[in-house]
């Protein structure tokens, strides 16, 4: 790549979940050579730590109080995204349904964003080549300034498909019903819901491969970095 002094460029991807976001932000940022982010995970695993610590999830003052306690450190290579809490490889265990639908709850709680928020935008600010950063409030709130949005939507069954076919075995409807309860209360919140920013691009998945979304959003970013 002959630009390879090109300005790093910060890409914030949002949508709910099912909509393709993880697999095609790691997908670009390992095809043009940046870092990656994958923010769910960092609200999963401070989830994982109140979970296993025997915090009241439904007391959001108990959640706050703790919010700043354990050390969460994040890989940002796309190949091998990892995911530490105080030491202790959690890449597994903050994708257990325990964690899944006790989620939203923690991270509507502002202590807990804020916090989580603050080791995101260290992580972005320090990423020499950029970073894709992917989430539900990247573009509105982490990185207001980042220098391409893109908000992926896809109709709740098409999501539903998707997200149960990732879950081995797992039923469709409720699927379905789980993930429209999420979106419900992660865009509900009063602490940065999920939201597409004015400038973001929207991107329809539904009817789109994986391997056409991908195409889609490397185009964009390099459009995005040839007219920087």
């Not at 949002?14 to 095609?24: A, I, Q, V």
């Amino acid at each position: 790549m002959e630009n390879g002094a090109a300005q790093p460029v910060i890409v914030a991807i949002d949508g709910p979940s099912g909509t393709g976001k993880s697999s095609t932000s790691k997908a670009v940022a390992a095809q043009l050579g940046l870092s990656y982010l994958d923010t769910g995970a960092q609200y999963r695993a401070i989830t994982w730590w109140m979970v296993t610590n025997g915090i009241d999830i439904e007391d959001p003052s108990a959640i706050a109080a703790v919010a700043g306690k354990p050390e969460i450190v994040s890989g940002t290579d796309p190949a091998d995204p990892t995911i530490t809490v105080d030491g202790t490889d959690v890449a597994g265990p903050i994708r257990t349904q325990e964690v899944t639908s006790q989620v939203s709850a923690v991270s509507a709680v502002p202590e807990v964003r804020a916090r989580i928020t603050e080791l995101q935008r260290s992580i972005a600010a320090c990423a020499e080549r950029g970073i894709v950063v992917e989430g539900r409030d990247i573009g509105t709130t982490v990185l207001p300034d980042a220098d391409l949005k893109i908000f992926l939507t896809a109709s709740p069954e098409a999501r539903a498909a998707r997200r149960s076919g990732e879950l081995k075995g797992a039923d469709v409807n409720a699927t379905r019903e789980a993930l429209v309860k999420r979106d419900a209360a992660d865009s509900s919140r009063k602490t940065s819901p999920l939201a597409k920013a004015d400038d973001a691009v929207e991107v329809d998945t539904t009817e789109l491969t994986l391997a056409q979304v991908i195409e889609c959003v490397v185009t964009l970013v390099e459009e995005k970095r040839a007219g920087k």
